[in-house]
């Protein structure tokens, strides 16, 4: 294999369909501060993702940190230590403690029959994250939520584009939050956006991103600058244009990833939800060295030397950070640890070669007959 291939590659239009979406941006000199493709990106994204309210920042993690400013939160928020850096800082940014639950060991999101144990009376909220594409239990989420009456913040940075049970993700919980990284399905070069049910919210949320200003004279609260800029909306607009034909190639890498690697002993392939309508943002697989003959390792080693970089997401997990000088006792969530240190996610975005899968998958196979 002659050339590199990475573990995502962003999606982009046509350079031409680009041009064309920034052009008025030459003439206007609106370049940010909520322009025309702002809004304009904010109403087609609130109707594709089947959701009432949205507003938008300039990237996933402002969104989840402003929003745990929003809710006013103090205390103790439960969430998962398996997920991106960014989950876990925005709740210690907001000067809460993260408490860790433990996840589900086939679908990797927060495993809810730990969940209530872990619930005291400094609980405030949960942070649940759904991952890789896979969907959290949200009807016992809800349920544990509505009894002890805590907000829930959903991290749908990987679940752009889902439904469930018929139903946009983004219309779940209190508030979910988005991720328009470009190494996302769904791309605004950098960005992101806060689904939410209560309007007040919202009002809260456009002050924290807007510095409060609300007028040439008026700045009626204390916010940042979390705006999303009119090169990214643009991106956006363009990208939301093919964002179906986008997941639909995806979907056939996944078929072809699972059609090699299905019962093959000591290979743990992702699941496949009821009600979930994926968007195939990842392909994670689980090795088991025991029953495969291989090693996670191994098997990133050997992939690295035919210049395929496949990624060990998510390890180490956020508990084991270097950041937190051991404050937080791993072993007090065993399942993550375990998948953290065996899951491999495989190279996966709509353009990758059908026959690229098909060698990757080869020497993923060759490791395990060593």
Sequence with gaps: MDREILVTRSSMPDLDEYVNEIRTLWDTHRLTNMGPKHREFQDKLRDYLEVENIELFTNGHMAIELTLQALNLQGEVITTPFTFAST?????????????????????????????????????????????????????????????????????????????????????????????????????????????????????????KNFGIHGKEEVSAVGANAKMNEFCAAMGLCNLRHIDEEIAKRKKVADRYREHLEGVDGLQLNVTQSGVKSNYAYYPVVFEEKEFGATREEVFDRLAEEGILA??????????????????????????LHISKRVLTLPLYSDLALEDVDRICELILECGTR
């Design 311 to 336: 990624r060990k997401y998510f390890y180490p997990l956020t508990n084991a950070f270097s950041a937190f000088h051991g404050e937080f006792d791993v072993t007090k969530t065993p399942v993550a």
């Design 88 to 208: 876990t800082h925005a709740i210690i940014r907001n000067c809460l403690r993260p408490v860790f639950c433990d996840i589900d060991p086939f679908n990797y999101t927060l495993d809810v029959e730990q969940l209530e144990s872990l619930v005291t009376d400094k609980t405030c909220a949960i942070l649940p994250v759904h991952v890789y594409g896979n969907v959290c239990n949200i009807e016992e989420i809800e349920r544990i939520a509505k009894k002890h009456e805590l907000k829930v913040i959903y991290d749908a940075c990987h679940a752009f584009g889902e439904t469930y049970n018929n139903r946009g993700i983004g219309q779940y919980g209190d508030v979910s939050c988005f991720s328009f990284h470009a190494t996302k399905v769904f791309n605004s070069i950098e960005g992101g956006a806060a689904t939410y049910r209560d309007k007040h919210i919202g009002e809260i949320l456009y002050d924290l």
